[in-house]
């Protein structure tokens, strides 16, 4: 059996971001305390639960760890921010004409 992974994505609250999409991604707005806006689909807040999302002014995406730590079920955790995600396409995320609107720098190795 596969171990269970899943790997959190902090998004800004009331900011239009591209969610990932993949099975072991969870996009959290992480401050899900201080969203006004709807909310896309695929996205989570960080509000629900055990949280301390009201505190996102003074920790930043540390509201979202502590949100996964005490609310959600993996054998491996991962997080990232909506800005700096890696990805293992077998294609160029360059190639196919994202790198201006995203901002996206290609390293053949890590």
Not at 49 to 56: A, F, K, L, Q
Request: glycine letters at 6%.
């Amino acid at each position: 059996m596969s171990p269970d992974v899943k790997l959190f994505i902090a998004h800004s609250p009331n900011s239009d971001h591209q969610l990932v999409a993949a099975p072991m991604a969870v996009n959290v707005i992480a401050g899900g305390a201080f969203q006004t806006a709807p909310v896309a689909d695929g996205m989570v807040l960080d509000n629900a639960g055990d949280s301390i999302s009201s505190r996102n002014k003074s920790f930043c995406e540390l509201t979202m760890l502590y949100w996964a730590w005490k609310n959600q079920e993996a054998d491996y955790y991962g997080f990232c921010h909506y800005r700096r995600v890696f990805s293992f396409r077998p294609d160029s995320l360059v190639t196919l004409g994202k790198k201006a609107q995203w901002g996206l720098f290609e390293y053949r190795h890590l």
